[in-house]
């Protein structure tokens, strides 16, 4: 992408500098001999919804910009997208980033929710406390650069990083609470314990299963299954020397077979005896492929005492395992709206649209819950819908069944008809709040009685997974009210009665969130908000 947009920008002499790729994807037609290029740029949100900077013409000065640059076989599909220059944007892509390059390095040493973000007009500051012990290394080893190379893929922006030197607190309370959840880092709980054989191993173990290749620093753990102490001669000086076998199985049964080599050429014993079938350890070295079964085995360094968390390991592979395998949301949808194939004569009188609905853009949400707000007890999440306005028209869609992991009461079924067995591989609410909240950027908000119920529900589970949650909310039952057509306890259902607008999927998701669409539109017009 990076070599895509260094030829594009030579061709357009820099006009388009602020461009960035998000994707590019190929797809070859034998029988054609054609090959189907889509192309997903990523504009800056301000030059997006600005009409003289970003419209039908320039987007043709762009498109033929890029094909230009390509065979005449290839057929162009091209898509673009928006991205708002705001903290909370910018500090989610340094966290996904540590934790896609960094994440063994940052560990425990660093958490995402301290990264303070500046920005003034087109500077980013970025601030990122980390742990002392790793201070220097972030200095000093392009952790910095790397980052900044990153950011500069995402926004047109001047990047600058500044790592924090702090001694992060030990408390358990304290990690709990700043811990990045559900992060499939591959990773073994386990408590340290002293050496056995050679150093301190500071990295943390990874599951044997993750081993897919020779690697020169691996460090696993599990409990002993097998030892054996035995000799070889050397051919290099014909002297008896001593290594022993070790398997060990870690908490997801999986085994790695080790080898370890005394150094000692006259070494008759080691501190490698004191080890015993059964004995939890963790070990560091080489991994390397088998040249007779073609299995990995690995050469140990060092070997330590420690204590694993088995149970919860376990926990967590299995948690993780479904998490993936749920993963999957929708992506949002084109709405095709009654009106679209409508051609106006001069006969005809084209619908009002406010100067509110003209410049601004509106995501119209919706939730199905386990139950209601008690006693400031927020309920399950089991369903999202959402439809986007743009210039007073419903562009479109973004909806998910969502698995609260609990039983859905009766009650909760019996009004929006949502059973356990329909969420059963629905993704859960972490996996679902990101991907709306995306869908939502950048817009203001608007539900029935969001204020009270949607809203605090939404804000709860975004602040709960590390994002924040910014966003201008309407209601349009407040709206109603000041409209005089409702009072403050009027039901969705009678104020699409008063309006004329018919829900045909009352209490599921998306279907009240298309009827509050329409009846947003109907009052905003109706008092012709500024």
């Given at each position: 992408?990076?070599?895509?947009?260094?030829?594009f920008?030579?061709?357009?002499?820099?006009?388009?500098?602020?461009?960035?790729?998000?994707?590019?994807?190929?797809?070859?037609?034998?029988?054609?001999?054609?090959?189907?290029?889509?192309?997903?740029?990523?504009?800056?949100?301000?030059i997006?919804?600005?009409?003289?900077?970003?419209?039908?013409d320039?987007?043709?000065?762009?498109e033929?910009a890029v094909?230009?640059?390509?065979?005449?076989n290839?057929?162009?599909?091209?898509?673009?997208?928006k991205?708002?220059?705001?903290?909370q944007?910018?500090t989610?892509?340094?966290?996904?980033?540590?934790?896609?390059?960094?994440?063994?390095l940052?560990?425990?040493?660093?958490?995402?929710?301290?990264?303070?973000?500046?920005i003034?007009?087109?500077?980013v500051?970025?601030?990122?406390?980390?742990?002392e012990t790793?201070?220097?290394?972030?200095?000093n080893?392009?952790v910095?650069?790397?980052?900044?190379?990153?950011?500069?893929?995402?926004?047109?922006?001047?990047?600058f990083?500044?790592?924090?030197?702090?001694?992060?607190?030990?408390t358990?309370?304290?990690k709990l609470?700043?811990?990045?959840?559900?992060?499939d880092?591959?990773?073994?709980?386990?408590?340290?314990?002293?050496?056995?054989?050679?150093?301190?191993?500071?990295?943390?173990?990874?599951?044997v299963?993750?081993?897919?290749?020779?690697?020169?620093?691996?460090?696993?753990?599990?409990?002993?299954?097998?030892?054996?102490?035995?000799?070889?001669?050397?051919k290099?000086?014909n002297?008896?020397r001593?290594f022993?076998?070790?398997?060990?199985?870690d908490?997801?049964?999986?085994v790695?077979?080790?080898?370890?080599?005394?150094?000692?050429?006259?070494a008759?014993?080691?501190?490698?005896?004191?080890?015993k079938?059964?004995?939890?350890?963790?070990?560091?070295?080489?991994?390397?492929?088998?040249?007779?079964?073609?299995?990995?085995n690995?050469?140990?360094?060092?070997?330590?005492?420690?204590?694993?968390?088995?149970?919860?390991?376990?926990?967590?592979?299995?948690?993780?395992?479904?998490?993936?395998?749920?993963?999957?949301?929708p992506?949002?949808?084109?709405?095709?709206?009654?009106?679209?194939n409508?051609?106006?004569?001069?006969?005809?009188?084209?619908?009002?649209?406010c100067?509110?609905?003209?410049?601004?853009?509106?995501?119209?949400?919706?939730l199905?819950?386990?139950?209601?707000?008690?006693?400031?007890?927020i309920?399950?999440?089991?369903?999202?819908?959402?439809a986007?306005?743009?210039n007073?028209?419903i562009v479109?869609?973004?909806?998910?069944?969502?698995?609260?992991?609990e039983?859905?009461?009766?009650?909760?079924?019996?009004?929006?008809?949502i059973y356990?067995?329909m969420?059963?591989?629905?993704p859960?609410?972490?996996?679902?709040?990101?991907?709306?909240?995306?869908?939502a950027?950048g817009?203001?908000?608007?539900g029935?009685?969001a204020?009270?119920?949607?809203?605090k529900?939404?804000?709860y589970?975004?602040?709960?997974?590390?994002?924040?949650f910014?966003?201008?909310?309407?209601?349009?039952?407040?709206?109603?009210?000041?409209a005089?057509?409702?009072n403050k306890y009027m039901?969705?259902?009678?104020?699409c009665?008063?309006?004329g607008v018919?829900?045909?999927?009352?209490?599921?998701a998306l279907g009240?969130?298309?009827?509050?669409?329409?009846?947003?539109?109907?009052?905003?017009?109706q008092?012709?908000?500024?």
């Open positions: 992408m990076d070599k895509f947009l260094t030829e920008n030579k061709v357009t002499e820099n006009k388009f500098s602020y461009l960035r790729v998000d994707d590019i994807k190929t797809q070859k037609n034998e029988e054609t001999k054609t090959v189907s290029l889509t192309i997903t740029f990523v504009v800056p949100y301000e997006y919804n600005d009409p003289e900077k970003f419209n039908n320039i987007k043709a000065e762009i033929n094909i230009s640059m390509f065979p005449s290839v057929v162009f599909h091209f898509k673009y997208d991205i708002q220059l705001i903290p944007v910018v989610r892509l340094v966290s996904d980033y540590i934790r896609e390059k960094y994440l063994k940052f560990d425990g040493k660093y958490f995402a929710k301290d990264i303070a973000v500046s003034n007009g087109d500077v500051q970025i601030t990122i406390p980390v742990d790793i201070y220097y290394y972030c200095q080893k392009g910095g650069e790397s980052l900044i190379e990153y950011l500069d893929s995402k926004y047109s922006a001047k990047n990083i500044k790592f924090k030197s702090i001694k992060m607190p030990e358990e309370e304290f609470n700043h811990a990045t959840k559900y992060v880092d591959g990773l073994i709980l386990y408590k340290r314990g002293l050496p056995v054989v050679g150093t301190y191993i500071a990295d943390p173990p990874m599951a299963n993750r081993f897919k290749k020779p690697v020169l620093e691996a460090t696993t753990c599990g409990y002993i299954i097998n030892i054996e102490k035995k000799t070889y001669n050397s290099k000086d002297k008896s001593l022993y076998i070790i398997d060990i199985k908490p997801l049964d999986c790695m077979h080790c080898l370890y080599f005394v150094k000692r050429a006259t008759t014993k080691s501190q490698a005896d004191k080890l079938a059964g004995q939890s350890i963790v070990v560091n070295g080489e991994i390397v492929q088998s040249n007779f079964n073609n299995s990995l690995m050469f140990i360094r060092n070997i330590s005492n420690c204590e694993i968390d088995m149970e919860g390991t376990k926990n967590k592979f299995a948690f993780l395992k479904k998490l993936t395998q749920k993963a999957n949301i992506e949002p949808k084109l709405y095709k709206n009654e009106d679209d409508k051609q106006y004569t001069l006969f005809d009188e084209v619908p009002y649209i100067p509110m609905l003209r410049d601004k853009e509106f995501t119209v949400f919706d199905e819950t386990t139950g209601l707000i008690v006693g400031g007890k309920p399950k999440i089991v369903e999202i819908g959402a986007k306005i743009v007073g028209e479109s869609t973004f909806e998910t069944l969502v698995d609260p992991q039983h859905i009461p009766e009650g909760a079924s019996n009004v929006n008809k356990d067995n969420v059963e591989s629905a859960i609410i972490d996996d679902a709040i990101g991907p709306f909240l995306k869908f950027l817009t203001t908000l608007v029935h009685n204020v009270n119920f949607d809203a529900i939404v804000e589970y975004a602040k709960e997974n590390g994002y924040s910014e966003y201008p909310i309407m209601d349009t039952l407040k709206l109603a009210i000041d005089g057509v409702s039901s969705l259902d009678k104020l009665k008063h309006y018919e829900n045909e999927q009352a209490h599921r009240d969130v298309i009827a509050t669409a329409k009846v947003f539109i109907k009052l905003a017009n008092m012709k908000m500024e």
